[in-house]
């Protein structure tokens, strides 16, 4: 089998069912190709209260979750093959560095403080600075908040590339 | 411009943008982290302008 058609298949994994399993707190999900997973709760985004409802929403690229809390969250047919073979990898400590580098140093020079960045982000200014201290890895949604905030493209926040 | 992206709070590592046409049709993934796809298709000029426009690609990534 070529790589390219290994690549092609792997596109081609689209949702066909997804259901939640009461009884093992787990939710199926089979896809176009014949895979068939469970996935045992918690789950990313999941904020482990009662499931409501689970629906495929646009061509089977994901199945949302809708919890008792109010709580709803979709989940990506690559997250799903990843989640199943425990091959979700943990976020690479360096990047969090890099995102804090950078996030310090453009808001330093905007002359703007954490208290002010905090504001106009909605985030809290503890955040802010764990965020800037690289010891976590923000979400790709706080990352798009804060290069909102700063006016700058979230890949200048995100690529490898020197700025 | 014809398409949709889409990025996941719980999604996995490297830090990437799902790629539909307007109808919803999966295009694949762009991985904003080494600014090049994840998956085999083209970026076409269309795509590469609105990849720029909304910030996931930098203007001298030519991958």
Redesign the interface.
Known sequence: MSL?HK??K??EA?IWAASYDLKRDAFRVALENGQIFLLRRP???DDHSEVLDVYIE??G??FTVVQASGHE????W??IQ?LSTDK?????PE?GKRIGQRVKAIRKERGMTQDQLAKVSGLKRPNISRLEAGTH?P???L??RL?ESLQ?????L????RL | MGFIF??????????HV?I?TAT???I??FD????CPM???EVTKRLKKALID?????E??EK
């Not at chain 1, 700058?152 to 200048?156: A, H, L």
């Open positions: 390219v690549v092609l792997k596109v689209r789950i990313p985004e646009g061509d690229e994901v969250f979709s989940v990506p690559d997250v990843a979700l990898r943990t976020p690479d990047v890895v979400s790709i949604s990352i798009e290069a700058i493209n979230i890949s200048d995100i690529s490898t590339g | 889409v990025t996941y709070a719980g999604d996995h590592p490297p830090f799902h539909l919803g049709r999966n694949g993934r904003i982290e080494h600014q998956d085999n298709f909304l910030g996931y690609m930098r001298e990534s």
